[in-house]
T-cell receptor, first 111, second 110 residues
Framework: EPEVTQTPSHQVTQMGQEVILRCVPISNHLYFYWYRQILGQKVEFLVSFYNNEISEKSEIFDDQFSVERPDGSNFTLKIRSTKLEDSAMYFCASSAGQPQHFGDGTRLSIL | EDQVTQSPEALRLQEGESSSLNCSYTVSGLRGLFWYRQDPGKGPEFLFT???AGEEKEKERLKATLTKKESFLHITAPKPEDSATYLCAVEKGGSEKLVFGKGTKLTVNP
């Protein structure tokens, strides 16, 4: 069964450094998403992306965040200058409309 | 503000002991309600979509139902492999984001 794949599974970064999280969505999907889950809290929406542009974003998704689909298969989330509070699990999801299918996440640890 | 509340937060069952998980929601213009299963260290795994009050979906030992204010996930004769956190999420018309509840952590003892 096709699945969303995310790399790396765990990323450790110094505060203030840039980090890029990578995702390969399911091949025939056209809608892409990023969510995050801080330990012990709800899964929270960050951004949705369709037709090479952001279609919706949350208040969390400020100027420090950006997304890109650099080629026909990858979808990336960049955090320009990481803060301690960015430590969380980051999930990528994709869909052909509904439902959204999730990857297994990248655990981001900011030191 | 759209809200999703799940109860209980945690539930322990003996193998074969049936029960139900609750998801209550307040959202204007519900487009869909989704149930996901999440295993430790993994991403949410899609289970069901419900669109309108009265709708029911079934898969193996799981059955999801929907009313205008809440959804139930019924687990019949659970097995230890059903142990996981079950997440409820809603999507409203005009938006693409899922709004999640905190989940119910289910433990099924053999």
């Amino acid at each position: 069964e096709p699945e969303v794949t995310q790399t790396p599974s765990h990323q450790v970064t110094q505060m203030g450094q840039e980090v890029i999280l990578r995702c390969v969505p399911i091949s025939n999907h056209l809608y892409f998403y990023w969510y995050r889950q801080i330990l012990g809290q709800k899964v929270e929406f960050l951004v949705s992306f369709y037709n090479n542009e952001i279609s919706e974003k949350s208040e969390i998704f400020d100027d420090q965040f950006s997304v890109e689909r650099p080629d026909g298969s990858n979808f990336t989330l960049k955090i320009r200058s990481t803060k301690l509070e960015d430590s969380a699990m980051y999930f990528c999801a994709s869909s052909a409309g509904q439902p959204q299918h999730f990857g297994d996440g990248t655990r981001l640890s900011i030191l | 503000e759209d809200q999703v509340t799940q109860s209980p937060e945690a539930l322990r069952l003996q193998e074969g002991e049936s029960s139900s998980l609750n998801c209550s929601y307040t959202v204007s213009g519900l487009r869909g309600l989704f149930w996901y299963r999440q295993d430790p260290g993994k991403g949410p795994e899609f289970l069901f979509t419900l669109y309108s009050a009265g709708e029911e979906k079934e898969k193996e030992r799981l059955k999801a139902t929907l009313t205008k204010k809440e959804s139930f996930l019924h687990i019949t004769a659970p097995k230890p492999e059903d142990s996981a956190t079950y997440l409820c999420a809603v999507e409203k018309g005009g938006s693409e984001k899922l709004v999640f509840g905190k989940g119910t952590k289910l433990t099924v003892n053999p």
